[in-house]
T-cell receptor, first 110, second 114 residues
Framework: DAKTTQPNSMESNEEEPVHLPCNHS???????IHWYRQLPSQGPEYVIH???SNVNNRMASLAIAEDRKSSTLILHRATLRDAAVYYC???????????FGGGTRLMVKP | NAGVTQTPKFQVLKTGQSMTLQCAQD?????MSWYRQDPGMGLRLIHY???????DQGEVPNGYNVSRSTTEDFPLRLLSAAPSQTSVYFC?????????????FGPGTRLTVT
């Protein structure tokens, strides 16, 4: 399975945008890029996913590099509730169970 | 929809005891899975199922059994609990395994084995 690399932790101020990076240099052409987050003491929660084009939903935006070797999850205005561990995961077109790495722990300061 | 539900929320077992963690989903999803999460770590896949009557092993299956007799339920059985199985267990379901579909997770069961 193609692997992803994320920073261990990031800090942000409340109400400012946050850009969470993910490197996936061995991504295959049919791998989808998924993002999940895990709030303290809760199960992981789906955030967004994409294949080639940038994607937006009510929670976040996903910016995918043209060569697809990296992507960035964008939270437009961080709130205290966004403090969580964010996981970037590749999921093949034909399907596979999710493989979780260490993720990025996002801390949001008031 | 209740989504993915898990019971119990917390459990303490003695070494050697057995128990079953329950997982149910009401979204008519074919695909269900169990993960464990040790402190400060990511999730690791224990077992998964691609439909009623079909199960397979994940990354860390030893010490656990599963069966899938209905689409809705996917229980995880600990045969003889060991302290190394102290962890938080998450159940998940998905409409499809295909890359364009997301997984839905339950709230977790926190298990302590003494």
């Amino acid at each position: 399975d193609a692997k992803t690399t994320q920073p261990n932790s990031m800090e942000s101020n409340e109400e400012e945008p946050v850009h969470l990076p993910c490197n996936h240099s061995t991504i295959s052409g049919t791998d989808y890029i998924h993002w999940y987050r895990q709030l303290p003491s809760q199960g992981p929660e789906y955030v967004i996913h994409g294949l080639t084009s940038n994607v937006n939903n009510r929670m976040a935006s996903l910016a995918i590099a043209e060569d697809r070797k990296s992507s960035t999850l964008i939270l437009h205005r961080a709130t205290l509730r966004d403090a969580a561990v964010y996981y970037c995961i590749l999921r093949g077109y034909a399907g596979n169970m999710l493989t979780f790495g260490g993720g990025t722990r996002l801390m949001v300061k008031p | 929809n209740a989504g993915v539900t898990q019971t119990p929320k917390f459990q303490v077992l003695k070494t050697g005891q057995s128990m079953t963690l329950q997982c149910a989903q009401d979204m008519n999803h074919e695909y269900m899975s169990w993960y464990r999460q040790d402190p400060g770590m990511g999730l690791r896949l224990i077992h998964y199922s691609v439909g009623a009557g079909i199960t397979d092993q994940g990354e860390v299956p030893n010490g656990y059994n599963v069966s899938r007799s209905t689409t809705e339920d996917f229980p995880l059985r600990l045969l003889s609990a060991a302290p190394s199985q102290t962890s938080v267990y998450f159940c998940a379901s998905s409409y499809s395994l295909a890359g364009s579909y997301e997984q839905y997770f339950g709230p977790g069961t926190r298990l302590t084995v003494t």
